[in-house]
């Protein structure tokens, strides 16, 4: 079974990858590749990719990686059916209930209110 899938290059903090179809049990860095079909930088998102070859791969089978299937899906690439789209991650705050906005509202306290009453009586009369 054949794979699409991302192959790292580049230098150190500075990475881009190529966009490889090789047999699903290698390791992507082991050097056997069926094809490359193109180049991706994460940094500046530039992405160079052959659209033919890769659906020629995909219309033979070849399973692209999640990161690789987002990529193909955002530039246009038509994906078969039974291709699986990685599910949307919503953000959630593990503690909830110790963010700021979600206390309980501390009113103004009683005691600052009244000397302003008092001063107020005491100018009246």
Do not use: C
């Given at each position: 079974m054949l794979a699409i899938r991302m192959q790292?290059?580049?230098r150190a903090h500075s990475p881009t990858y190529r966009i490889v179809v090789q047999e699903a049990q290698r390791h992507p860095l082991?050097?056997?590749v069926v094809a490359e079909?193109?180049?991706?930088?994460?940094?500046?998102k530039a992405l160079t990719l052959d659209k033919k070859l890769v659906e020629k791969y995909l219309s033979n089978g070849a399973q692209p990686s999640t990161r690789v299937a987002f990529i193909l899906k955002k530039n246009g690439v038509k994906l078969p059916k039974w291709v699986k789209l990685a599910p949307v991650k919503k953000a959630t705050a593990k503690h909830a209930d110790k963010l700021r906005k979600n206390q309980p509202k501390e009113e103004a306290p009683a005691?600052?209110?009244a000397p302003a009453e008092e001063v107020a009586d005491s100018a009246e009369a």
């Amino acid at each position: 079974m054949l794979a699409i899938r991302m192959q790292r290059k580049g230098r150190a903090h500075s990475p881009t990858y190529r966009i490889v179809v090789q047999e699903a049990q290698r390791h992507p860095l082991s050097g056997r590749v069926v094809a490359e079909v193109g180049n991706y930088n994460p940094e500046t998102k530039a992405l160079t990719l052959d659209k033919k070859l890769v659906e020629k791969y995909l219309s033979n089978g070849a399973q692209p990686s999640t990161r690789v299937a987002f990529i193909l899906k955002k530039n246009g690439v038509k994906l078969p059916k039974w291709v699986k789209l990685a599910p949307v991650k919503k953000a959630t705050a593990k503690h909830a209930d110790k963010l700021r906005k979600n206390q309980p509202k501390e009113e103004a306290p009683a005691e600052a209110e009244a000397p302003a009453e008092e001063v107020a009586d005491s100018a009246e009369a």
